[in-house]
């Protein structure tokens, strides 16, 4: 079975750091785009940020730009998202995802359970 588990989430005091990690188990990835994709309560989900498989190219949402940083260890089959100056509208849940082929805004072939942060004020 092809899972995408997500792990680091949690509760943050604005202008806080957290990092969020990616593994996968089922299938090495090593060759897969990797993305980042958040939904808050009453929202659509929406892409965070997304690096090709080699890491040369990265995308990041206008939103999180300068304060997230995308990152992956394909030795590890995981994915990371660093994520520092938190804000309160940065709390959502955090998906991982994975898609063969080039970097993309919305279509992915596997995505995670999804994991839980919390800005506070």
């Known amino acids: 079975q092809v899972k995408l588990v997500e792990s680091g989430g949690g509760l943050v005091q604005a202008g806080g750091s957290l990092r969020l990690s990616c593994g996968a188990s089922g299938r090495t990835f090593n060759s897969y785009t990797k993305g980042w994709f958040r939904q808050a309560p009453g929202k659509e989900r929406e892409f965070v940020a997304a690096?090709?498989?080699?890491?040369?190219?990265?995308y990041y949402a206008d939103s999180v730009k300068g304060r997230f940083t995308i990152s992956r260890d394909n030795a590890k089959n995981t994915v990371y998202l660093q994520m520092n100056s938190l804000k309160p509208e940065d709390t959502a849940v955090y998906y991982c995802?994975?898609?063969?082929?080039?970097?993309?805004?919305?279509?992915?072939?596997?995505w995670g359970q999804g994991t839980q942060v919390t800005v506070s004020s």
């Open positions: 995802a994975a898609r063969q082929g080039s970097i993309d805004f919305t279509v992915y072939d596997y």
């Open positions: 690096i090709s498989w080699s890491g040369g190219r990265i």
